[in-house]
Each structure stands twice: as structure tokens, then as C-alpha cells.
């Protein structure tokens, strides 16, 4: 079994739409929880980056932790055509060990 | 600040020769890690360097080496290659003092033929 599952999709919204993008994981030290977003041929792009538990908010874009299910969510509100890309969550341990460890990617279609 | 930048962006080289990858971080960055991503087991750390150290390294082989340079600066390098190599490989800095995000680069696309 992986150490952080992710369901590869593809995922096709329309525009305008509210995306919910998940992940789990099975190992309890990981600390810091990334979201990062690829298009096609070009270097993952970070968009959010939280530590521990709870919510975090940028723009249209809302990152959940929940440390206790072993569960992460990026949230799009107002999803654009532009959004349609690769979301890849992450998440390292503490200080120390900072290697970053990788859901699959879910690939994201937004539909005008 | 300008964002981290690897060269070249891409490579064709044949088996049984050996590469050189380079990488330099955001300015003010002391750590650079190495991933590498393929369509089959995604993205995949490396090794990963701080202040010219090597801090941890991934489930890769001996034939993948890296090092670091005064300046942050860092290479990779793999010898003896095979076609399972071809892969995008990706350089990504972190600012270090307890800030664990990571900023990618744009990434070197290796081809083995």
C-alpha cells in the first residue's frame, strides 16, 4: 500500500463549478502537507502549504488538514479553464526529513 | 526573485553513458532536493542537500549521485544508463529555518535511447 493515496481521476467540471481534491495517507508523522499544481511538460507549482491540522485560504483556493482521519482536501471555487491541470498533493515529516513524498495526481479538466 | 532554474531543459543520450544535471536554487535557498517523474511510478525523491551535505536520499541505486556546491548550486549525476531512466527529473529548493516548502524547477527531460 502507498504511504498517500490519491485518485488519479480524470476529473472533468464545468466552469464556474467548486472542485473538491482529496488525498489520504498512512504515515502519522508526516507534519507539512503540500498542494501542488502541474501542467502539462512544465514543473509542479506550489499552491498551498500548511502545517498540522486545520484550514488554510488563498484566493480561490482552501486547503484542509485533518491530522486525526488521515485526510487532505484542496477546494476551487469559481474552477476556470485555466485550472485545468495535474493536482499533486505532498507531505513530509518533521525537521529533518523534508523529503517529499507524492500522491499520483489527479488530472483536472475544467469545461467552458 | 527569479525562480529555480535547470539545465538543460532537455537531454538524448544512449545507454551505457553517463549525465550531468544542474540546478540552482531560489537565491537565499540552502537546500536542493532532486525527484524524479515518470508516467508509471510518479514523482520519486532522489537525495536531497543542505549546505553542501547530503541530509537523505531515496530508494535509487548507487549510479545516481549528486553533489553541492558553496553556492547552493547542485548537480546530479547518473552513469551507466538504462532506458528506465528517461524520466523528467526535477530540482526543487526550500528555504530552510524551518520552512519545509518546496519550489520546483522546470525540469530536465532525460531521454535514453
Known amino acids: 500500500q502507498k504511504e498517500v493515496e490519491q485518485d488519479p481521476g480524470p476529473l472533468s467540471v464545468p466552469e464556474g463549478a467548486i472542485v473538491s481534491l482529496n488525498c489520504t495517507y498512512s504515515?502519522?508523522?508526516?507534519?507539512?502537507f503540500m498542494w501542488y499544481r502541474q501542467y502539462s511538460r512544465k514543473g509542479p507549482e506550489l499552491l498551498m502549504y500548511?502545517?498540522?491540522?486545520g484550514n488554510k485560504e488563498d484566493g480561490r483556493f482552501t486547503a484542509q488538514v485533518d491530522k486525526s482521519s488521515k485526510y487532505i482536501s484542496l477546494f476551487i471555487r469559481d474552477s476556470q479553464p485555466s485550472d485545468s491541470a495535474t493536482y499533486l498533493c505532498a507531505m513530509s515529516a518533521a525537521f529533518g526529513n523534508e523529503k517529499l513524498t507524492f500522491g499520483t495526481g489527479t488530472r483536472l479538466t475544467i469545461i467552458p | 526573485k527569479a525562480g529555480v532554474t535547470q539545465t538543460p531543459r532537455y537531454l538524448i543520450k544512449t545507454r551505457g553513458q553517463q549525465v550531468t544535471l544542474s540546478c540552482s536554487p531560489i537565491s537565499g535557498h540552502r537546500s536542493v532536493s532532486w525527484y524524479q517523474q515518470t508516467p508509471g511510478q510518479g514523482l520519486q525523491f532522489l537525495f536531497e542537500?543542505?549546505?553542501?551535505?547530503?541530509?537523505n536520499k531515496g530508494n535509487f541505486p548507487g549510479r545516481f549521485s549528486g553533489r553541492q556546491f558553496s553556492n547552493s548550486r547542485s548537480e546530479m549525476n547518473v552513469s551507466t544508463l538504462e532506458l528506465g531512466d528517461s524520466a523528467l527529473y526535477l530540482c526543487?529548493?526550500?528555504?530552510?529555518?524551518?520552512?519545509?516548502?518546496?519550489?520546483f524547477g522546470p525540469g530536465t527531460r532525460l531521454t535514453v535511447t
Open positions: 542537500y543542505f549546505s553542501e551535505t547530503q541530509r
Open positions: 500548511t502545517y498540522s491540522s
Open positions: 504515515n502519522s508523522a508526516f507534519q507539512y
Open positions: 526543487a529548493s526550500r528555504p530552510g529555518q524551518g520552512r519545509n516548502e518546496q519550489y
